[in-house]
């Protein structure tokens, strides 16, 4: 909703308010202000664009997803690399139902930013193996599977890459 720096300014000016309550005696005041630019802080962070994608990908409503995207205008400008990161990652997932050199594009740029966590690094990595795989590129997609396996720390997607591999033997 907000840029990045003015989410930051935000937080600073609650912030500086909140100082004047507690000279003023006004503790409850000072502390609910300091909550309130919490939450700033926070969203300078976790973009709320994004937060809100997940939760429509994780009940499959992808043109919700998208719509949500859709409302993040320039994400260079507007989000911290890590959620640029996440932006290609989800334009990603969207995409490749459709596009699959598209889809590739946005997945390489979402690890090259980065992905705050491993098992979101192995989907990537899953998907670009599929569609290196789909492309005839068997060496690429063998290395991208076994990094998908080893950042698979909790098996999740043991059966996806069992099912690519036997795939992979058929080529």
Request: no cysteine; proline share 1%.
């Amino acid at each position: 909703m907000f840029n990045k720096n003015i989410k930051i300014v935000i937080a600073v000016l609650i912030v500086a308010f909140a100082v004047y309550q507690f000279t003023l005696n006004e503790i409850m005041n000072g502390i609910f202000l300091i909550l309130l630019a919490g939450i700033f802080i926070f969203l300078y962070f976790k973009n709320e664009m994004i937060l809100l994608a997940f939760l429509k990908l994780r009940k499959q409503d992808f043109p919700g997803a998208m719509k949500w995207l859709e409302k993040i205008k320039d994400p260079e400008a507007a989000l911290v690399t890590k959620q640029q990161g996440y932006y290609n990652y989800l334009q990603g997932l969207m995409i490749s139902q459709t596009n699959m050199t598209k889809a590739e594009k946005y997945f390489k740029k979402a690890i090259s930013l980065g992905l705050s966590m491993d098992q979101d690094l192995a989907v990537a990595k899953l998907n670009l193996a599929g569609i290196a795989m789909t492309k005839r590129r068997k060496r690429e997609a063998t290395t991208l599977l076994t990094e998908a396996k080893k950042l698979d720390k909790h098996n999740m997607l043991g059966d996806q890459i069992k099912m690519m591999k036997q795939q992979m033997k058929k080529i």
